[in-house]
């Protein structure tokens, strides 16, 4: 019942915001899409289109299929590498990092995840998307207090993001802020009744509580919403757990 919500990590697979300024833009999207879909025939795009010259898109394109192929390290470093040699704006520069840190997190590497998390801030400081990435880290780590910093700056400038409000929930229960804990989660499910893993965390709060049927419903409600999910997973455990402890 007390381990960290893995909030899941959704991988910039679709075309990010700065395609459209790179050349072949529908090309681009196009790779992408089927580098998603299709990783293997993703890769062989990728290469053919970079040996007509596809530049800086089609090396990108190249490293989201190895993504999908799981071969996150590999990915991660040709992510770092192209963040490192681009002479594009640092904004842009900052997002390939942050894939670079998403895939290193997939590859169970967190010193280079850390490393490249940061680098992207550096690049892009106090950019929302990025410091959640980082707490998310961070809370991986068990730097609950360290997350909930880096959460409280997402929260500032968006005060109404359903994931920070969670994952800044369950790091106020891991610290003990159990009445912080309870209004993250309480506002997160006000602004998305069915965010699962909000709703697996209101389950944990209301367990601790000594609500055993509120968090049963709340437990119950997360795996109908996202029965795949990991929330679903850790949610049909703590159910487990209380279903012993009726017995």
């Known amino acids: 019942m007390h381990r960290l919500i893995p909030l899941i990590l959704a991988l910039i697979l679709a075309a990010p915001a700065w395609a459209e300024t790179i050349d072949g833009a529908h090309e681009y999207k196009a ?3 089927l580098a998603k879909k299709n990783p293997e025939a993703g890769w062989e795009e990728a ?3 970079q040996s007509l010259g596809g530049g800086e898109a089609a090396r990108h394109c190249a490293a989201v299929a190895l993504i999908g192929l799981g071969k996150y390290g590999e990915a991660a470093s040709r992510l770092e590498t192209l963040a490192n040699e681009s002479v594009r704006e640092d904004s842009i520069r900052a997002e390939m ?6 895939a290193w997190l997939m590859e169970g590497n967190i010193p280079r995840a850390d490393s490249a998390q940061r680098g992207a801030l550096v690049l892009s400081p106090g950019n929302p998307d990025l410091l959640l990435d980082h707490a998310v880290l961070l809370a991986q780590v068990n730097h609950y207090a360290e997350a909930v910093d880096v ?5 500032r400038s968006q005060p109404n993001r359903v994931e920070a409000l969670t994952l800044r929930g369950t790091a106020f229960r891991f610290l003990n802020n159990i009445p912080g804990a309870t209004d993250d989660i309480n506002q997160a499910l006000k602004l998305d009744p069915d965010f699962p893993d909000a709703l697996l965390e209101s389950g944990i709060l209301k367990r601790l509580a000594g609500d055993d049927k509120g968090a049963r419903a709340d437990w119950v409600r997360a795996i109908d919403l ?3 999910s990991e929330a679903a997973e850790l949610a049909r455990k703590n159910l487990e757990k209380l279903d012993v402890k009726v017995k």
């Open 97 to 102: 990092l942050a894939q670079a840190g998403q």
């Open 226 to 228: 996202a029965p795949e």
């Open 31 to 33: 790779c992408l899409t």
């Open 47 to 49: 290469l053919a289109w």
């Open 151 to 155: 959460l409280s700056q997402v929260l």
